[in-house]
C-alpha cells in the first residue's frame, strides 16, 4: 500500500520551500509550494508566498492567480492586498490594481506604501487628477516622502501648473540636494540655460517611460518623426539603396529601427536608458546595441557608419557642437545624418518647460557645417503632440563632406 498524503512530510517540503526561496532559488522554491498546495489547498501563507515568488520571477498572471486565492482565504490581510495590486499594476490591470489597493488601505490604516503606490498606478493609468489627490493625501502624513514630493511635482508640471510644480522641485531638492532630474526640471522652469540635461535625468526619465512608450508615444502623441526621418532619406537624389552599417542614436525601443532596417547591411542601436534596450532587443531588428552615453560612444568606437540616426534625440541636447563633432569623427565619407528637432525662432537654443531643448535651424545649420556636415534636406515637421497642439519641428538630411576637390 502506498503512503498516504498526510504521512508526507509537507512540514519539511514547505520549509525547504521557504528556504530556496529565501536563498534565491525562486522556480525551485515554485515547484514546492506547488507540491505542498497538492495538499493544502486552503492555506493563505502559502498562496501568498507563491504570489511572491511567481512575482519575482515576473510570472503576473500567475502571482495575480495566487494573491486572488490568497485574499479569499484570508480577506483582512492588507499585504495580501497589497501584493496583489502591485502585481496588477505590473500586469497593466489598473482598475484591479485600484481595487486592490483600495481594500489594503481599509485594512491598514493610511499605509504610507499602499498610497505611494496607488499614486503610481493612477499616474501610469493617466489618471493624473487621481494620482496627485493621493499624492497630496500621502504628503500630509509623511511630508518627506520624497518621491512622493518628486512625482506631484511632474504631474503639477505635466498639467502645467508651473508654480506649484517648482515649489515641490525646490522641496525635493531640500530632500535630497543630489536628484538630478529635479534640478534639470527646476532650471527648465526657471528658463536657466544648460549646456545639456545630466545623464542621470535622460536614464531616470526613459528607464521609467520604457514600459509604455510606444503605446504612449505612437498613439496618444501621434509621433512618427521616424517615419519622416525615412521619407526624408528616400527622396535623396540619387540616393543609396542600402547602407552599409546605420546607428540609431537614442534608439528607444526600436522605432527608428524598423523604418530603417531594410535599407541597411548592418544596423546598431545605442541608448542610454538600459530598460530601453532591453525592449528593442526583442525586437531582433539591430546586429549591436550600446548602453551608453552617445558623445562619449561616438568619441571610442572603431565602427564607422555611413547613415545616422537621430529621430527625437536633438531635444534633449543643448550644445549641439559635441554631437556633431562626434558624429563626423565616426562617419564614413559622404554619410548621411538624419535627423528631427523641436524648433525656436530665438537664437541658438533655448530650454523649454518640458525640459527638453529647442533649437534655431540657423543654429542647427552652422554647427553642422562647422564639424563637416552639409545640408542636404531642410524642412519643417510636426514631431509630436502636447497638450492638444503640435510640437512645431525641423528634419535635416546632412551629409559629411570633410574633403574637398
Not at 94 to 117: F, G, V
Not at 325 to 345: P, V
Not at 392 to 405: D, N, P, S
Request: with cysteine.
Amino acid at each position: 500500500m502506498g503512503k498516504k498524503p498526510e504521512s508526507v512530510d509537507i512540514q519539511s517540503i514547505y520549509q525547504s520551500a521557504v528556504t530556496l526561496h529565501q536563498q534565491g532559488e525562486i522556480s525551485r522554491a515554485v515547484t514546492l509550494y506547488l507540491q505542498v498546495l497538492h495538499h493544502f489547498p486552503d492555506v493563505a501563507a502559502i498562496h501568498y508566498n507563491l504570489g511572491l515568488a511567481r512575482f519575482e520571477l515576473e510570472q503576473f498572471a500567475g502571482a495575480i492567480e495566487a494573491y486572488n486565492r490568497a485574499a479569499e482565504l484570508n480577506p483582512v490581510d492588507s499585504d495580501i492586498f497589497y501584493n496583489l495590486g502591485l502585481a496588477c499594476k505590473m500586469a497593466r490591470q489598473y482598475d484591479q490594481a485600484e481595487k486592490a489597493y483600495l481594500r489594503a488601505l481599509e485594512l491598514a490604516d493610511n499605509e504610507r506604501d499602499i498610497l505611494y503606490n496607488l499614486g503610481c498606478c493612477y499616474q501610469d493609468a493617466g489618471a493624473i487628477e487621481q494620482a496627485c489627490l493621493v499624492y497630496e493625501r500621502l504628503l500630509e502624513l509623511a511630508p518627506d516622502h520624497v518621491s512622493g514630493v518628486n512625482n506631484l511635482a511632474y504631474l503639477q508640471h505635466l498639467r502645467k501648473n508651473f508654480a506649484q510644480a517648482k515649489k515641490l522641485y525646490a522641496r525635493v531638492l531640500e530632500l535630497d540636494p543630489h536628484r538630478r532630474s529635479a534640478q534639470h526640471m527646476l532650471a527648465a522652469l526657471s528658463g536657466k540655460v544648460e549646456q545639456g540635461p545630466p545623464r542621470e535625468y535622460i536614464r531616470e526619465l526613459f528607464d521609467q517611460y520604457s514600459e509604455n512608450f510606444e503605446e504612449n508615444l505612437v498613439k496618444d502623441l501621434e509621433y512618427n518623426t521616424y517615419c519622416i526621418l525615412r521619407q526624408a532619406i528616400d527622396a535623396l537624389p540619387g540616393k543609396k539603396s542600402r547602407y552599409d552599417h546605420g546607428l540609431d542614436i537614442g534608439c528607444g525601443t526600436g522605432l527608428a529601427g524598423e523604418a530603417f532596417h531594410s535599407i541597411c547591411a548592418r544596423l546598431s542601436g545605442i541608448d542610454l536608458s538600459a530598460n530601453m534596450i532591453g525592449q528593442s532587443a526583442e525586437k531582433n531588428l539591430y546586429d549591436e546595441l550600446h548602453c551608453a552615453e552617445v558623445i562619449e560612444f561616438l568619441g571610442r568606437t572603431n565602427h564607422e557608419y555611413d547613415l545616422l540616426i537621430a529621430a527625437d534625440v536633438v531635444p534633449y541636447l543643448g550644445n549641439l557642437e559635441p554631437l556633431f563633432a562626434a558624429a563626423a569623427q565616426s562617419a564614413a565619407e559622404n554619410a548621411h545624418f538624419c535627423l528631427s528637432s523641436e524648433k525656436t525662432e530665438k537664437p541658438g537654443w533655448n530650454i523649454r518647460p518640458t525640459g527638453r531643448y529647442a533649437h534655431n535651424p540657423e543654429y542647427i545649420a552652422h554647427t553642422a557645417a562647422k564639424n563637416g556636415w552639409v545640408v542636404l534636406e531642410r524642412f519643417r515637421a510636426n514631431i509630436r503632440r502636447e497638450h492638444d497642439a503640435w510640437i512645431r519641428g525641423t528634419i535635416f538630411v546632412l551629409e559629411k563632406r570633410t574633403r574637398y576637390k
